[in-house]
């Protein structure tokens, strides 16, 4: 069961709807030597989406290109209409904050794109996320559904749960599939679970490592992240 068959791509249009569950993401960059001052903020911005009524996650990212200096802003929405009708930022708490925060020289903006999930599901509470980037190729939009069942449930076995998220506008029109740990030891207990399936390792002659190869899209990145936690 390798990689090709684990992720497959989908076009954009297939799972849009109203009733699906929409996120606004925003990835910022610390600058060195603020990363204290920029949790401070970022921990004041989810306090008030809460105040809001806001489901937001903001995530700092452990690995991946730029480091522990990558932090990931996560607006959800249950739906385009309560997306539509969400005016948080205009209020007065927000507005003050939003100035302060560019003001602080603190994060520079690096990309701001929305993203659709295109699953019936989103993690429950995850300590530990995994995210891989799929650019879909040409031509293989059809087999989308049926791979990505496939490899949600392949995951799951193993105790992750997984999200499937297609970006839209201001993404790559890639895929992300996502894998959520309550913790990192349960992270690991999913891996060792992995690395020891049988199906697994017969398509991974050089077990534990994994091929990353697709016919029917590309792996453009990954990252790990873990979510601010505010009490």
């Given amino acids: 069961m390798k990689l090709k068959v684990l992720f497959v791509s989908l076009t954009l249009f297939s799972f849009s709807n109203a009733h699906s569950i929409e996120a606004d993401v925003w990835e910022y960059k610390v600058e060195p030597g603020h ?26 990212q452990t690995f991946g290109k730029d ?8 607006d959800f929405h249950d739906s385009l209409e309560a997306r539509a009708k969400d005016n948080a930022y205009d209020s007065p708490g927000f ?4 100035n302060r925060f560019y ?25 530990v996320v995994s995210v891989y980037v799929w650019k879909p190729n040409s031509g293989e939009f059809s087999n989308v559904v049926e791979g990505f069942k496939a490899s949600s449930a392949f995951f799951e076995k193993h105790g992750w749960e ?3 998220w297609q970006e839209n506008i201001g993404g790559t ?28 390792l017969d398509e ?28």
């Fill in 103 to 127: 003001a602080s020289d603190t994060v520079t903006t690096v990309r701001s794109y929305s993203m659709t999930l295109i699953d019936d599901q989103l993690c429950d509470n995850p300590g």
């Fill in 95 to 98: 507005s003050d904050f939003i």
């Fill in 173 to 200: 029109d890639s895929l992300q599939f996502v894998m959520c740990s309550k913790t990192k030891e349960d992270e690991a207990k999913s891996y060792t679970s992995l690395n020891n399936d049988e199906d697994w």
């Fill in 204 to 231: 991974q002659p050089n077990a534990p490592l994994w091929d990353s190869y697709s016919d029917v899209s590309t792996l453009i990145r990954s990252f790990e992240l873990d979510p601010i936690i505010v009490d």
């Fill in 162 to 164: 997984v999200d499937l």
């Fill in 35 to 60: 990363i204290s001052e920029a949790v401070e903020l970022f921990e004041e911005a989810i306090k008030l989406s809460r105040e809001a009524g806001r489901n937001t996650s903001i995530l700092q």
């Fill in 67 to 74: 480091g522990e200096f990558k932090f990931h802003w996560v």
